[in-house]
Structure formats: structure tokens, C-alpha cells
């Protein structure tokens, strides 16, 4: 199938070169220039495992191409608006004007029998808007939400082998037909047994809402627990082990830490909460205010832990920061918690030294006041203090022994209870976790 791809982020580049490995003519469509050069050259914008591999050998097939002309989609017959909805300038609401510019162009170029797949995480209610901008502009033309659930990180496999596919499909929009181009379009994944479920346009929308808010209050839940389990004296990561081990609750996203942050999770249970006050439904989402309030505590009461370890001030302290992106196998620092926590132990006077395999060029754009080591040993070099704040696979396998040659005092804290407690506390670290008792 002719197909286009509106938006090159995380979500359209993946999705795109996604699209022609399962076969399809796809052209990306992007208004950044810079980003169009970078894919159509085979280099990623951003890290993302197995996603050059896949676009060097799609692009390798010529059926992929990107460009910044919109016209250039007119030949395909479906079209993925796949641009961000960004929370709002000092709002909790999305800012959906990325969606309807995307729609907007891609108007310009439909014809009757055209396919507009909506995958962008909208507030409630906007499919059916773009539905009659679609059937105004071209009568013959279709909309359909099609939600996307990948994670960073495991974005290609997650595209290709998905836990599910949902189509939001309105009334007056063919249903029959509309199902058979999706099916037809994501053949090769409904093959390998993927379920797929048929919704109205606000339910689909409201999945991927859901979803996100059901995985942000299970973090900031076990988070909770944490912070009972700090002042109880309990541990935290048992805790989570023994609720995880009844299969109607599940151990994963139970992992306590310094709890959530990145591109989606905040700013997504920020703009749900946002809608349903619209709808008058604000009371039915008022949990998720505490959700964001004890996710946000968690970095306070890291810096405090800091400040403690430290004797009560870290100012002038020379502390080292492992990880700054927003989580491990990304090079995203969107509403990073490691970052953040690094800032604010930086604004209170401590000379931070911040290391990640693949962030840290963007996080210190973000953060350009910070210091940036690219090795674990120069950050780690003369530390007084060290925090393990993103649990990427070589910070999880240090070796306590090694590392505590490098640093000036062998203090430890784990804010994303991923080291190894006791070998590390044998290897004569001094070593503390959020939501565990000390030693
Ligand atoms: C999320 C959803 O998982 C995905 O389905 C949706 O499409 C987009 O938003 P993503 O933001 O890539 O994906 O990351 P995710 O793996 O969900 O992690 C989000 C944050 O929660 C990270 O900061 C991570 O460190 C944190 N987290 C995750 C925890 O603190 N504890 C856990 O147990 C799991």
C-alpha cells in the first residue's frame, strides 16, 4: 500500500520505517529539514535499539523516502498523523496544533477513498473534530484513530509486535471498508496473532489515556509505598515482589525509584486530568493529581537524601550523577527525574558531574550549566557522593570494588533501586535506596 507518514519524532520515523519493513511505499513527511536529512542519510535523530539497522535497510529498498513536501504524500492513500501533543505553556492541557497542521496539510492532498490514521495522543473528542475537517475537505475521505502504545526503548518491537491494535472508527466513516484497509495494512502483525479491537472514535482515544494513567498510578502506588516503607522501616522492593507475585496485580511497572517522567506519562495524566474537567468529569480523575504529586516528591526526597548523606548541605560537594536520561536505551531527557535531581542539587551549590551512554548531548542542551563526563570512571573521579539515577545495564553491572577506587567517599544512592545492595555494601560502600532501610 501508498502510504504517508506525517510526523518524524520517536513515533512517525519508527513507524514509517516500520511500515515499509512490513512492505508498504511509505514517504515521511517532516517540517524540519534537518530531521528529513539525517533519516533519508540512514542516521537516527535520536537513540533508539534496532532503529538504524531498520531504517538503513528500509531506505535500502527505496521504499522509504522522506521530505519536508507534503505534496509528496499525494499519491499514498493512507496517511499517519504521528506529530507531538506537547502539554501547553503553563497549562495542564495538550497543545494539539502539531495534530491539526498535520491534518491541515494532509487535506490539501486527498482523494476520495483516502485513509487518515490518526496515532498522536489527543485530548478526548478531537478525532471527531478532524473527522468533519476530513469530510469537508474531501467528502470521500475517511478518519480513523488508531492509537500508538510504543515505549521508548523498545519502539521497533513494540511497533511491529504490539500487545494490541485498537480502531477508533466513527459513524458515517465506512466502518466495513475502513477495517478492511487497516487489516490489509497491518496484515503481516494481525498474522502473528496480535488481537485486534474495533472502538468508536472517543473510546480509542480514551485507551491510550487510560492506559497511560493506569501504568503512571502503578509507579507512583509503589512509590507510595516507599515512602511508608521509609518511615516503617519496611523494603520497599519485597514489597513489590511478593504484591507482584498475585497475577491480579503483576510485578512489572512496580519498579520504586525516583518514578516517572519522559515525553508521555506526565504530560499525558496532566492533559487527561485537563479534558475531563472540560467534559465535567473532573471529579472521576482527582487520584491522578496525587499520582503526579508523590511521582514529583520523589525527586525532592532525593536531593533531601543527598543533603543528608552530605551532613545537611551539599554545597561545594563533588557529587557524581550516573544517568540523565528520562530512562535507560533512550537518549530522551524530556521531564527526566535524573536530570532534574541533578539541577537541583547543582542550584543548591554542589559541583555535579553528570555521565549517560547516549543523553548527554541533549541533556546538556537542556541543562547547559551542568558538568557532562562521557565515562563513568571521569564522572566517578573524586566524588564525594555518587547517585545512580537512570538504570542503564552499566550501571547496573559496576563493579563496587573497581568504582570505589575512583571516588572520594564510597556513598551511594541508588534512585532506582537497581544495584546490588549487599555486594555493594560488602565492597564497603556506604549505600542507601529510596523506600529501603538503611543497612
Ligand atoms: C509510555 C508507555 O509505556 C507507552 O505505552 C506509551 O505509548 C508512551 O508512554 P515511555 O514514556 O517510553 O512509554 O516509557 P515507560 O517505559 O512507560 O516508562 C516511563 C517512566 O516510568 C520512565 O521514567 C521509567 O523510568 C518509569 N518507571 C517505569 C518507573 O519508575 N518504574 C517502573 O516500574 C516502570
Redesign the pocket.
Known sequence: MKVSVFGCGYLGAVHAACMASLGHDVVGVDVLPEKVDALSAGRPPFHEPDFAELLQRALGTGRLVFTSDSAAAADATVHFVCVGTPQRRGENAADVSHVDAAVGSIVQVLKPGDLVVGKSTVPVGTASRLADTVHAACPGAHLVWNP??????HAVADTLEPDRLVYGVGTGDAHEETVVVLDELYATVLASGVPRLVTDLATAELV?AA??SF?AT??SF?NAMAEVCESAGGDVTALADAIGMDQRIGR??????????????PK?IRAFMARAGELGADQALTFLREVDAINMRRRVRMVDLAREECGGSIAGRRIAVLGAA??PH?DDVRDS?ALNVAAQMQLQGASVVVTDPKAIANAAQRWPDLQFADTVEEALAGAELVLVLTEWPEYVELDPAEAKRMVGEARVLDGRNCLDADAWRSAGWHYRALGRPRA
Not at 500508538?148 to 526503548?153: S, T, V, Y
Request: charge should be positive.
Open positions: 500508538e502504545f510504543l515505549r521508548e526503548g491510550k492506559a497511560n501504568l502503578k509507579i509503589i512489572s511497572f512496580l519498579n520504586a525509584g525516583l518514578g516517572f517522567g519522559g515525553g508521555c506519562l499525558d528520562f530512562k533512550s527525574p
